[in-house]
């Protein structure tokens, strides 16, 4: 079976809305606004481009990253390169970017499931904050990859849903603190 790893940037209070600056959030851009750069702190993002061996969207982050990651050739060399798989109902196969190499449409989270199943390695989703909660509740995660940062957003999409589900357990199995104030935490589930 795949891992399945979600990664976000989230607040401290529990917000993945728009950290990289787009557009409809009061708030966008909270990532690099406020907070010193510190490479360090994003080492991870390179480790799980050269872990993962296909990247899982959601169609709202699909439609954000595929016009512009295909472009930067350094910065996402690895992500282009891997197959890519988005998660939607509306999106048809006319919607998809030519230059951005093999991408395949899930209609199901049952469809994710399966490609869980399939030979390979690690699946990566970025972003796609609607996609990780509807994960994070049918329990198709199984590790979390997060940068928490030192702001309070207040309102925004958050990083798991308010489903009144049972309790789930999760195993810290890496974490790292940063002069900058934010935490890497990297979880896997407990199944």
């Known amino acids: ?21 787009e557009s409809g959030y009061r708030n966008a851009g909270w ?16 480790t799980e481009q050269e872990e993962s061996t296909a990247l899982l969207l959601g169609r709202v ?11 930067m050739t350094v910065e996402f ?25 093999e991408t395949t449409i899930l209609r199901s989270l049952d469809d994710v499931a399966a490609l869980k199943e399939t030979e ?8 796609s ?5 509807s994960l994070a509740d049918a ?21 798991f849903s308010e489903t009144d589900k049972d309790k789930q357990n999760l195993k810290l199995i890496d974490s790292a603190s940063y002069g900058n104030g934010i935490q890497k935490l990297v979880y896997e589930f407990v199944r």
């Open 139 to 159: 329990g198709l995660i199984d590790r979390l990859h997060l940068l928490v940062f030192p702001v309070l957003l207040g309102a925004g999409k958050r990083l």
């Open 77 to 101: 060399a690895g992500y282009n390169a891997m197959p890519k798989y988005v998660v939607s109902t509306t999106l048809q196969e006319a919607d998809l970017v030519d230059n951005w190499g």
């Open 120 to 127: 390979g390695g690690p699946i990566i989703v970025n972003g």
């Open 1 to 21: 079976m795949r891992t399945l790893i979600s990664t976000s940037f989230v607040s401290l209070d529990g917000v993945v809305e728009a950290p990289g600056g």
């Open 61 to 71: 982050s699909y439609e954000a990253f595929a016009p512009i990651w295909p472009t």
């Open 31 to 46: 990532t690099f606004k406020d907070v010193e750069f510190e490479p360090a702190a994003y080492e991870i993002k390179g």
């Open 129 to 133: 904050a609607t996609l990780n909660r």
